[in-house]
C-alpha cells in the first residue's frame, strides 16, 4: 500500500512538472486564420421526379410524415405501374407512384376523372368504392410530361382523421412542393 502512495505521489509530481517549462518560451507567431469545417446541413436534399421513380418512400421529409400525421412510415412495395410507397396516417393508407416521363392528366383513359388542382398544379381526381370502404384516385401534373399518382383508401367508418381524399390530396401537396 505504501509503495502505491509513493507511485501515485510520482506520477502527480511528473504531471505536474509538466506544467512548468525548464526553459523560457519564445514569442507566439501569429497563426494562420482556420477555415472551420462546412457545416453539416441537416436539410433532406430536393428529389426529382426520376428520384423519386426509383425510391418512392424519399418522397417525404420526416417534417410531412409528422404534419400529415403519419402512423405507420412509408414501405416500398411492387406495383405493376412502377414502385410504390405505402403510408399509414390518421384517415386512411396512400400509396404513391411517380412517373417521370408520362403526364398522366393528359391520359385519355383517365377522362372521366374530375379536373382539379392540388398545390397549383393540374390535377385528376376519382373515388371508387369497396363495400364499406372509399378510394381515391389522384394524379397530380409535376412538369411537362411527367405526374404523380395517390391512391388513399379509408380506414373505414368512424375512423379517426381526416376523409381519405382529404389525406391523399394533403399527400400530393406535400410531395409536389418537394418537387417544386
Known sequence: MQ???????????GV????????????????????????????????TISSLAAHPCQA?????????????????????????????ALGGLVGFVAYPTTDKTRDQDLGHLTVSTIAGHRALLGQATHGRDTGYLIFVMTGPGQSIK???????????????????????????????
Open 60 to 88: 417525404l421529409t420526416h417534417e410531412d410524415t409528422v404534419r400529415l400525421n403519419v402512423v405507420i412510415q412509408g414501405e416500398e412495395v411492387p406495383d405493376p405501374s412502377g414502385k410504390t410507397c405505402e403510408w399509414g
Open 3 to 13: 509503495r502505491l502512495a509513493v507511485a501515485l505521489v510520482l506520477v502527480l509530481m
Open 150 to 180: 395517390l391512391d388513399a383508401v379509408s380506414f373505414g367508418p368512424g375512423a379517426p382523421g381526416p376523409d381519405a381524399l382529404t389525406v391523399g390530396k394533403n399527400f400530393a401537396a406535400a410531395i409536389v412542393r418537394r418537387l417544386s
Open 16 to 47: 505536474a512538472a509538466c506544467g512548468s517549462p525548464d526553459r523560457p518560451t519564445s514569442p507566439a507567431k501569429p497563426s494562420t486564420p482556420v477555415t472551420p469545417p462546412a457545416a453539416h446541413s441537416t436539410a433532406p436534399t430536393k428529389p
